[in-house]
């Protein structure tokens, strides 16, 4: 028989730093790390274990004797119940000292890599209503707060439209007010609620598998434009029509009003027919006079500003004079490559979704950008030796990958093709660090610039410059 985890308390244990996905590290009496989610470094807490390992504990922390100065008071009044901004409790200037100290001990611990100075993480001017791209869920039995559950007293509004409480599937709570996308998303999100219960709309249920309103995604571009798609479980026409046309009367401003109809067992679109209310089928992102269309179903950075400063970063450590042939792996819908695109010969992108290549074509034409060509396919089959022959040796490679790094047949070929220098861009600095060691007797890591995109979260984005070794 397994042995039952049994919780353990751990008294006056001092915080002393930031661990992976944002969890707060203390030390118990043994020497074992415990992994705590509701501290910042420089409190002293008691500990509750939740788990027990060989090598550490995960707790919480029940009582708090000493608070952090690297505290702050959280603005939004769901912290700690939603799970999306984990680090609100943390000053802005202390969550980048530990994403900058994420991102070198990484390169340094799982890369063992010689390292430059590495460039002060760059912050975000917008610490707050910064995400341009917001996915929200509606339910017919919302998460009650405990308050809620102590007071034993009959609660006949279950309705909720807000997000995942973390590790449960069909548990959501209700978002009275969030600070991650500027307005009109609030008052967007507020007034559907509002009309649907008023109008008597049923809120999804995932456990039943019924239920008229699913999700609701909001986009909002620098432009101004705004997108908003409702997804239905329930083909309900007279229902569906009376809730999109209150929207389009009510935000006149909307430039694309979607919805989706869709009876899966899950709600992701990316197989369902998008169909357009009113307005267009896309809103317009634009950087440096440049326009990329987004549909409902298009990757686009979600920071938009910080976007910006990231391309700037990768185009300046490309350090192009116009002569060079350029390979943007995983391209995605080829914003970086248009970004470049200016200062090279020609640019090659290359990207498994088809969509996304679509996309990355449509508005290389938009965009009148003639020196780019787009690939479609699995990144480790179609960048190979044949594709390097038929397009030519890259003199800079700049490489985008998804959370995973790149595949080792990815890292093998790029070894081959010998780039004079490698710009990799990475929101995973472990895995980055694990694909630069794979790199290092070729490479030499010579510019390190993090990047925080996502500010009260503990995710942080990283530029790495290599240049080939003589």
């Not at 899966?264 to 440096?288: A, L, P, W």
């Not at 990757?299 to 350090?319: C, H, M, P, V, W």
């Amino acid at each position: 028989m397994r042995r039952k985890n049994r919780q353990r308390t751990f008294e006056h244990v001092e915080v002393v730093d930031a661990g992976a996905k944002g969890k707060a590290v203390g030390k118990a009496p043994d020497g074992r790390v415990i992994f705590l989610s509701n501290a910042v470094p420089g409190d002293v807490v008691d500990v509750l274990t939740t788990k027990k390992r060989k090598a550490y504990f995960e707790g919480k922390a029940t009582k708090f004797h000493t608070l952090s100065d690297k505290r702050t008071e959280p603005k939004c009044e769901h912290f700690g119940v939603c799970g999306g901004c984990k680090w609100q409790h943390m000053g802005y200037e202390h969550q980048l000292y530990f994403k900058q100290k994420e991102v070198e001990n990484n390169l340094l611990r799982i890369g063992d890599l010689e390292l430059p100075a590495i460039i002060p993480i760059l912050g975000s001017q917008k610490q707050y209503f910064y995400r341009n791209k917001m996915e929200f869920s509606f339910s017919s039995s919302r998460w009650l707060t405990e308050e809620e559950i102590k007071s034993e007293e009959e609660i006949p509004d279950r309705n909720a439209l807000g997000f995942h409480i973390p590790g449960m599937w069909d548990k959501i709570l209700d978002i009275e007010q969030c600070h991650l996308q500027q307005d009109p998303s609030n008052a967007i999100r507020k007034e559907i609620k509002k009309f649907a219960v008023k109008n008597g709309l049923s809120f999804y249920n995932p456990r039943q598998q019924e239920g008229l309103l699913r999700t609701l995604m909001l986009r909002t571009a620098s432009t101004g434009e705004i997108m908003v798609l409702l997804q239905f479980f329930e083909d309900t026409k007279d229902q569906r029509e009376l809730l999109l046309g209150h929207i389009q009367q009510s935000f006149p401003e909307i430039t694309s009003l979607l919805y989706v109809v869709n009876q899966k067992s899950n709600d992701t679109i990316y197989d369902q027919e998008v169909i357009c209310f009113s307005g267009r089928d896309h809103i317009f992102e634009e950087m440096e006079g440049l326009q990329f269309k987004i549909n409902a179903k298009s990757f686009y950075q979600t920071n938009s500003s910080q976007a910006y400063e990231l391309y700037k970063i990768t185009r300046d450590f490309a350090g192009l004079t116009g002569d060079e042939l350029v390979y943007d792996l995983y391209t995605g819908t080829g914003t970086i490559a248009q970004f470049v695109a200016k200062g090279a010969k020609k640019v090659i992108g290359v990207e498994s979704v088809p969509e996304a290549i679509s996309d990355a074509k449509a508005n290389a034409k938009h965009n009148n950008i003639s020196n780019v060509d787009f690939y479609v396919g699995d990144m480790k089959n179609v960048f190979n030796k044949d594709f390097i022959a038929q397009h030519g040796s890259p003199d800079v490679v700049i490489t985008d990958p998804p959370r995973d790094g790149m595949h080792k047949l990815v890292v093998e070929q790029l070894l081959q093709a010998a780039p004079d220098k490698i710009v990799y861009v990475s929101c995973n600095s472990a895995t980055q660090a694990r694909d630069l060691a794979l790199m290092k007797e070729d490479y030499k890591v010579t510019k390190v610039q993090p990047v925080d995109m996502f500010p009260q979260t503990f995710h942080v984005e990283n530029v790495v410059l290599l240049e080939r070794r003589v």
